[in-house]
């Protein structure tokens, strides 16, 4: 809406348009309240740019809620367990018989593309793509503002009552908070993911990860017809080192079990290599200006939490915001960072352990507690007891299926 002097107005500033800024514009518009969504880039990259592809049974619900989850339902695919393999074995954990639900393998983009149809196919409310210059202003008020360049070059403000930063972790409104009030805890992990997407069907119907001897696999999906896999790398990795024909074969023998194979097929897109860190930035409020997604924490992506800890962290903000907005409450908004922080934490340890149990830490300088012989035996150890516990397989099955978001044990 404008103002007299051309100054715009919303309820609530969204800087991103990632999962945590279209599902927090979705639900806020759903709960009546109105919101801009300022983003970088354009629509069809946002919309294609391969990132997560797994589901928490928590995220699917809350997509269903919103009603935008018609075609996940018909095109993700549900998955009752994933398997782990190491020393020569593979161990499935049984997410249906341990906890009685599951997760959706579905593209990130997928989602993203829907909750984009909903809102501007649909003419929910505004996303202005390919914006620059964002800044936030006065956000220790309760008269926050963001000025930005829109895709025209025209220079514009937007007044609001709230600014949600959903702008990942190269985004710009973390920077608005003073570093001195920002604590940060992180660690980064001394290797890196090597990405293929290829189009090859798949020729296993659940997920594998796999802690060999040589390193760390991952075998997933993204559809019938195309397969997503990953290898552990040295973290200074360059993507063009490694051939095709290496890759699969690497992929092969860390994945390798008995009656298992992979289609190779031709890659979709060239091999990317992905860093591996741990980050939480506390606190994730600073006056009306509120750090949701990766804008305020990053996990390393062997649990699978980061796109579903983006939409658990929203669905807080949301209710804090019809608090605020219905009621004049800021109660929601002082318990934000905290309620949000329980499961932030509890999805970082998750990940922490997933990753630290099932990759090689081969570097002898390494100063973690997996590497060397010791360090190996600790992981064999863990994994055996993992896949021949059923009170250990629970364990790991609640985590990576979602445990409830109304919070975190
Ligand atoms: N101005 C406007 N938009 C920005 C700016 C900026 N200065 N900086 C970044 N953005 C946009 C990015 O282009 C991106 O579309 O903010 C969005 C942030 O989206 P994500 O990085 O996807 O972060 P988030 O929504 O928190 O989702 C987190 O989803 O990307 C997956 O698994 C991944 O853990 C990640 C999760
Ligand atoms: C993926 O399919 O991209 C994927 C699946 C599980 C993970 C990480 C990535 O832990």
Redesign the pocket.
């Known amino acids: 809406m404008r103002e007299g002097d051309g100054v715009e107005r919303t309820r609530v500033g969204i ?7 279209l599902v927090l514009a979705t639900l806020l518009e759903r709960a009546g309240i109105e919101s801009v969504v ?4 354009s629509r069809s990259y ?1 919309e294609q740019r391969v ?2 592809g797994v589901l928490e049974h928590p995220t699917v619900e809350l997509l269903r809620g919103i009603g935008v989850a018609d075609r996940l339902d018909r095109e993700g695919m549900p998955h009752e367990g994933i398997s782990l393999r190491f020393g020569g074995g593979d161990h499935r954990i049984d997410f249906a018989d341990l906890v009685g639900r599951g997760i959706t393998v579905y593209g ?1 983009q997928e989602v993203v593309k829907d909750l984009l149809a909903d809102r501007v196919d649909g003419h929910r409310g505004p996303v202005e793509f390919e ?1 620059s210059d ?1 800044a936030l202003h006065d956000v220790t008020t309760d008269a926050p503002s963001i000025t930005f360049t829109d895709a025209t070059g025209t220079d514009r403000t937007l007044r609001c009552d709230v600014v949600a930063g ?7 409104s973390r920077t608005a908070i003073p570093d001195g009030l920002l604590r940060i805890a992180e660690r980064t992990y001394p290797f890196s993911w090597l990405g293929v997407l290829a189009r090859a069907a798949p020729t296993h119907d659940e997920l594998v990860y796999a802690g060999h001897d040589r390193g760390f696999a991952l075998y997933s999906m993204r559809s019938p017809e195309v397969t997503r896999l990953y290898l552990q790398v040295p973290p200074d990795t360059d993507a063009a080192a490694w051939s095709e024909r290496q890759i699969w074969d690497e992929l092969g023998t860390r994945l390798e079990a008995d009656g298992f194979g992979l289609n190779e097929g031709e890659l979709c897109e060239k091999p990317s290599v992905t860093g591996m860190r741990s980050r939480v930035v506390e606190p994730m409020r600073y006056g009306r200006l509120l750090l ?4 305020a924490h990053i996990v390393p992506p062997t649990g699978a939490k ?2 579903n800890l ?1 939409i658990a962290d929203v669905r807080v903000l949301a209710d804090a915001l019809v608090s605020l907005f219905e009621g004049g409450s800021e109660t929601g908004l002082d318990a934000y960072s905290d309620t949000c922080l329980r499961r932030v934490w509890r999805a970082e340890h998750f990940s922490w352990w997933m990753t630290s149990m099932l990759h090689r830490f081969d570097d002898e300088n390494d100063p973690s507690e997996f590497a060397g012989p010791f360090g190996r035996g600790l992981q064999l150890s863990q994994l055996r007891y993992t896949v021949g516990s059923r009170a250990a397989a629970t364990s790991l099955a609640e985590n990576y299926v979602g445990l409830p978001h109304e919070g975190t044990r």
């Open positions: 800087v991103g348009a990632g999962p945590a800024g300022l983003e970088s880039r946002v990132r997560a990130q914006v964002v959903c702008d990942g972790f190269h985004g710009v949701a997604g990766d804008a980061g796109m983006a």
